[in-house]
């Protein structure tokens, strides 16, 4: 199994332009969710999904979307990049009994 | 919803010293919680989980941590770190108190760990 895997690793955009960051997860979970980290302020959730056709907004949602049309994909969408969404962003997917397994996350900078 | 704070944002710890981070979590009931381990430029990963039972649970690497109710507690506990230990520990709860939420975090502590 691959696990929870996101393309890509590393991105550049300029203040404006948008972009998809994609997180795919091979474990048949239900559960799934976006974060992102920050120095000092841990992992902050930005969106969730509990299944299929379900999504929810975490702590930070402003600027971002998601979708969930497959159990397996669960893309963040940023509208129009800014320089505060500079960030490293983490999906995660969920199992049984709420343990949660990383992706190996994307670094993103906002110029 | 719950929320979870750590007490130390920077640890530094010679060999060999015993480690104890602190974790609190906002409400009780039945409550699940875990502490997740990011070494350096990795991604995060399971140290250990609690859902019932003992309260004490012990993870990999010789971690363990103490689960005390009445305090809202959930403090990581090492008796002899080692220069690997070196990363970042970040406490979890779940968001709600239905199974359906995902986890949210506290801000997380960077242990160093010195020769």
């Known amino acids: 199994n691959a696990g929870v895997t996101q393309t890509p690793k590393f991105q550049v955009l300029k203040t404006g332009q948008s972009m998809t960051l994609q997180c795919a997860q091979d474990m048949n979970h239900e559960y799934m969710s976006w974060y992102r980290q920050d120095p000092g302020m841990g992992l902050r959730l930005i969106h969730y999904?509990?299944?299929?056709?379900?999504?929810d907004q975490g702590e930070v949602p402003n600027g971002y979307n998601v979708s969930r049309s497959t159990t397996e994909d669960f893309p963040l969408r940023l509208l129009s990049a800014a320089p505060s969404q500079t960030s490293v962003y983490f999906c995660?997917?969920?199992?049984?009994?709420?343990?949660?397994?990383f992706g190996p996350g994307t670094r993103l900078t906002v110029l | 919803a719950q929320s979870v704070s750590q007490h130390n944002h920077h640890v530094i710890l010679s060999e060999a010293a015993s480690l104890e981070l602190g974790c609190n979590y906002s409400y009780g009931g039945t409550v699940n919680l875990f502490w997740y381990v990011q070494y350096p430029g990795q991604h995060l990963q399971l140290l250990l989980k609690?859902?019932?039972?003992?309260?004490l649970v012990k993870g990999i690497k010789g971690f363990e941590a103490e689960f005390i109710k009445s305090k809202f507690s959930f403090n990581l506990r090492k008796p002899s770190v080692q220069w690997s230990d070196t990363a970042e520990y970040f406490c979890?709860?779940?968001?709600?108190?239905?199974?359906?939420?995902?986890?949210?975090f506290g801000k997380g502590t960077r242990l160093s760990v010195i020769a």
């Open positions: 979890a709860v779940p968001l709600g108190r239905s199974g359906n939420t995902p986890l949210v």
């Open positions: 999904s509990v299944g299929a056709g379900i999504t």
């Open positions: 609690y859902f019932s039972g003992d309260p």
């Open positions: 995660a997917s969920r199992g049984s009994g709420n343990t949660q397994y």
